[in-house]
């Protein structure tokens, strides 16, 4: 990693030295291969170390400064683009010592990297005046790096560099410098399979346990993977072709083929049997950690320093995916036991999960989880074969084992002896072998009875609250003093009082009232104070019978994130930029400075951020929290709610706890005045806190307090009154919802006795959580004018599931429905199976016939969460021949929640001049619910003119099958 970094470092100021003298080379090269005196320095043996040490990071083949390579005697004799770059015979005479050795300026390397010492430099003179001989035969690479002797640490054991379990044994490889020892954990025996050039960098056994392929290698020189039989420690076979030290490697699961890969980013795929490279796969900018076959042995897996993970189809080397959500280096990447998943963690400290998608064609693998992990980079991660368990390591010293269907953490080891360097299970997996870089490992076993901590919400904890019985309230004044928990004036619930919160003697008054409450009864606290005129911004909190603060809920991190591009008001719902965005998930809870939100639309493309609830307009909050300011790169979290007793196992990230308390009303209907909901944790004498935020105060400071029960409620209002609708065609109407003291559940909108000829979207659904549903109005060609007793005939009922059983509201009627003149524009939405042949257009000429109209059965999609599908949308045109748009995020008109038309680029959706039709995408996130629900387009031009519903089933996620992986000459 370091020398990783080094080579960037380099880059820019060694590369001016070799492109200047590249540039003023003289036209003298060196030397044909000749015969070499015993006295003269040896290419191989003495120049090619230095050359690699000093020169090769930015003149290499990989880094050619200039067209410089110096990483072979062919390279320097072909010199670089301006010409040789040495005079065989005068070193004087040759820029390259001339600039190293500071006879010529600029002096190379700078003085604040490392160079040649004054016996190298000779060296390299006494090479160059000897004639610059090269190696005889083909360009061969430096086999010797020169580096500093230092002494070994005293009475140290040889740190452990990998480890790996050998399947249906009791057997566990150890990889050290130069050598793997292989260790019987049932007996004393232990067996060494040496003669690898340095450092053992990767393990892996054969799937039957005959087979162990070792990856080794020095670094700056080659890499070399040997594959030996266990049971006579005979070298079956040796695999080299890489330019730097090699890095990770896997078998095939029928053990046919073998993956190598390391800091040259290039991966070799190997013929077991010959020794036969059979391809190349490049495509990583950085070095490559790690390596995977799926368990059809079809596709592979790499996890780079370039940030990224890929797949690749083994068949062809075609990569089909590359996961780019990573922050930092990937050090590891693992197909899940069963070939569904993929894992992948490294230095910027969280473990992922991907679902594999890109099966037998290119595809996007969606995220499933990203979680942090640890507090520093992960170095180290295995699986259990039976796809139960995940362990992880880090540079902290920390050891964890996880679920590995849903990444909970199961266990946490802390302060090992050293950095954790490799980990395996054991065959059954419930044993994990943790070796350290101090030298030391250890077998543990697995608890797998364990139970994960529970991930129920806070929600779900108080699923069932206490109902509260009707009372009228009662009707009093505070009494002062009543500043103390001792002094506090005593209410019976409900109950309405009138304060005023004032002292006389100028300092800031609180009033505090006692009430007592059973647990899991659920009141509102309720302020009146600006909306009547007075001056207090008031702040409102329940406390225990000490005075103490009475917590709501544990939010524990998930995620950190910040503030991108610029900072967030106080108000507004839309573009809430962060970073890291891929990685979260709609619903989810953001917290940023005390307050909460929720997440309610994705970004939809560079220039824009989240939208957060309700997705229009002022944001609201949740739990009471109350909406702030936040400055550009003010840090934000991914929080999960639990219950105020929970003891979560701490992930690095911070754990807020939220209390009982309210400055401004959640949902922002109130302006200043406090409103909260308060559900009592157990049955006792609780106190209500009422002050001025500000600490203000005077006789004019008046307020009204509520305590009163909750009664889940919602009152609706209908949109696009007095619609005016052309025949054959549709005009948009909207149902919007306020829902009452939390009321969160769907609200199903029914329209009975429309005029004749005149349909609607019924039933209209306001989903749970949602505020708002559109519909669609829509008339038949033939429908005839409708009377006024017909419009009065409309009825539009809103009705809901509560608490309080089924509630019912009257919306009235559309007002008066008219016929409008013939629309410009008639629109249709089809499947894409049909006339149209072209996702963008038709020709109009050949146009000739209108839209038949729809049978007594629509046109039906079916998607699932997780799934993108493609339907058409056609146009009829009318002396109409402009753009026809349909809108940009909000295009898909009442589309389920988490649904969204896709891939509408910065312009929209929309039909260009001329044209009759175009394709478009509907995507159906992970929290989409599964439902029936209309849908429609509407266009933006005069009129706004929309389709006629479709149905849109949305059907539960099905786990991803298995599909062979074919080539392109099978598809």
């Known amino acids: 990693m370091i020398r990783f970094a080094g080579r960037s470092i380099l880059h820019a100021r060694v ?22 005196t015993p006295t003269e320095p040896d290419y191989v043996q003495d120049v090619a170390p230095i050359l690699t040490r000093y020169c090769v990071a930015c003149h290499g083949a990989d880094e050619r400064e200039a067209d410089l390579a110096l990483d072979s005697f062919d390279a320097i004799s072909r010199g670089g683009e301006s010409g040789p770059v040495i005079v065989a015979g005068d070193p004087t005479a040759s820029h390259l010592i001339r600039l190293i050795d500071g006879s010529a300026e600029p002096k190379m390397p700078p003085d604040d990297q490392p160079g040649p010492n004054a016996e190298e430099i000779a060296l390299l003179a006494d090479w160059i005046r000897a004639g610059a001989k090269g190696p005889d035969g083909d360009s061969v690479r430096p086999t010797r790096l020169v580096v500093p002797s230092l002494p070994p640490a005293p009475n140290g054991e040889r740190p452990i560099t990998a480890v790996a379990w050998q399947p249906a044994s009791e057997r566990v490889a150890f990889a050290r410098y130069g050598r793997v020892d292989l260790i019987d954990l049932a007996s004393p025996e232990v067996r060494s399979f040496d003669g690898m050039p340095g450092k053992v960098n990767a393990l892996r056994f054969s799937t039957d346990g005959r087979f162990l392929a070792t990856a080794s290698g020095i670094t700056g020189l080659s890499g070399r993977a040997d594959l030996w039989e266990v049971a006579t420690g005979e070298r079956r076979q040796s695999f080299e072709g890489h330019t730097d030290a090699m890095l990770a490697l896997a078998l095939s699961p029928d053990g046919t083929l073998l993956a190598t890969a390391g800091y040259d980013r290039s991966i070799l795929l190997w013929e077991v049997a010959s020794g036969e490279l059979l391809r190349t796969f490049a495509g990583h900018n950085g070095a490559i950690y790690s390596l995977d076959f799926d368990p059809t042995g079809q596709l592979l897996l790499s996890a780079s320093a370039d940030q990224t993970l890929k797949v690749w189809r083994v068949a062809d080397g075609e990569r089909l995916d590359t996961l780019g959500q990573p922050l930092e280096e990937q050090w590891i990447g693992r197909f899940s036991a069963d070939g569904a998943s993929i894992y992948g963690a490294g230095s910027d400290s969280r473990i992922r999960r991907w679902t594999l998608a890109s099966r037998g064609v290119p595809a996007i693998n969606p995220i499933e989880v990203a979680r942090f992990a640890h507090e520093g980079p992960i170095v180290a991660f295995a699986r259990s ?21 849903d990444l909970i953490e199961l266990d946490f080891f802390e302060n090992q002896s050293d ?7 054991s065959p059954d997996g419930n044993r994990l072998v943790v070796a350290r870089l101090d030298g030391s490992w250890v077998v543990m076993p697995i608890d797998a009875s364990a139970t994960p901590p529970s991930e129920s919400t806070v929600e779900a904890t108080l699923a069932a609250p206490m109902t509260i019985a009707d009372a009228t309230p009662v009707e009093g004044n505070e009494i002062e003093p009543n500043d103390t928990p001792a002094e506090a004036t005593r209410v019976t619930l409900p109950v309405r009082v009138s ?8 300092t800031a008054d609180r009033d505090l009232y006692r009430f007592e409450a059973s647990a899991g009864e659920t009141w509102m606290i ?29 939010l524990q991190a998930v995620r950190d994130s910040y503030f991108t591009f610029r900072g967030k008001d106080s108000d507004t719902s839309d573009d809430f930029r962060v970073h890291n965005w891929e990685e979260m998930e709609l619903n989810e809870f953001l ?15 560079p220039d824009s951020g989240f939208k957060v609830y309700p997705g229009e307009g ?7 929290t109350t909406s702030v300011s936040h400055a550009l790169g003010a840090p934000c979290y991914i929080v999960r709610p639990l219950p105020v007793d929970a003891r979560p196992i701490p992930n690095g990230l911070p754990i807020f706890a939220i209390d009982y308390q309210n400055d401004d009303d959640a949902r922002r209907r109130w302006g200043r005045d406090s409103r909260l909901t308060f559900t009592a944790p157990r049955s006792g004498t609780y106190l209500v806190s009422v002050r001025d935020v500000r600490g203000f105060g005077g006789e004019d400071f008046r307020y009204r307090l509520d305590l009163r029960p909750q009664r889940h409620d919602f009152s609706a209002s209908l949109g696009g009154r007095d619609p005016q609708v052309s025949p054959g065609s549709g005009r948009e109407f909207s149902i919007s919802v306020v829902r009452e003291d939390d009321f969160r559940g769907p609200i199903t909108v029914t329209i009975d006795g429309l005029p004749a000829g005149f349909h609607a979207t019924s039933p209209l659904v306001v989903e749970a959580d949602q505020e708002r549903a559109f519909g669609v109005l829509w008339a038949d060609p033939d429908a005839p004018a409708p009377t006024p007793d017909a419009s009065a005939s409309v009825r539009i009922v809103a009705t809901a599931e509560t608490d309080r059983g089924t509630i019912e509201h009257d919306l009235g009627n559309f007002g008066t429905i008219a016929l409008a003149a013939p629309s410009k524009v008639t629109i249709r939405i089809v499947p894409t199976e049909g006339e149209v042949t072209s996702a963008d257009a038709l020709d109009p000429s050949t146009e000739t016939t209108e839209f038949p109209w729809p049978a007594e059965t629509p046109f039906e999609l079916t998607i699932r969460p997780g799934q993108t599908i493609q339907a058409r949308v056609q146009v009829q045109r009318t002396e109409f021949p402009g753009i026809v748009p349909f809108g940009n995020e909000d295009s898909g008109r009442n589309l389920p929640h988490g649904s969204f038309v896709d891939n509408i680029g910065l312009n929209g959706l929309m039909i260009i001049e001329g044209r009759t039709a175009r394709d478009f995408f509907i995507t159906a996130s992970p929290v ?8 429609h387009l509407k266009a933006r031009i005069d009129g706004e003119p929309c389709s006629l519903p479709i149905l849109l089933h949305v059907v539960p996620a099905e786990p991803v099958a298995d599909a062979p992986v074919t080539a392109p000459s099978e598809q």
């Open 499 to 506: 304060g005023t919160l004032h002292h006389a003697d100028g």
């Open 15 to 36: 590369g001016l030295l070799l492109a200047i003298v590249a540039a003023s080379a003289v036209t003298a090269a060196p030397a044909k291969p000749a015969v070499r």
């Open 928 to 935: 989409t619910a599964p439902q029936d629900r209309w849908f």
């Open 385 to 405: 074969n039976d796809g139960r368990f995940l362990a992880s390591a880090a540079e902290d010293r920390t050891l964890k084992i996880w679920t590995a269907a």
């Open 526 to 554: 309720e302020v009146d104070a600006a909306r009547s005129g007075s001056p207090v911004d008031s702040f409102v909190e329940v406390l225990d019978e000490s005075g103490q603060p009475v917590r709501r809920v544990l």
């Open 618 to 624: 002022s944001r609201h909050t949740w739990f009471d």
């Open 591 to 605: 917290y940023a400075g005390g307050e909460v939100v929720r997440l309610w639309l994705y970004p939809r493309g």
């Open 419 to 425: 950095i954790v360097s490799g980990l395996d299970f």
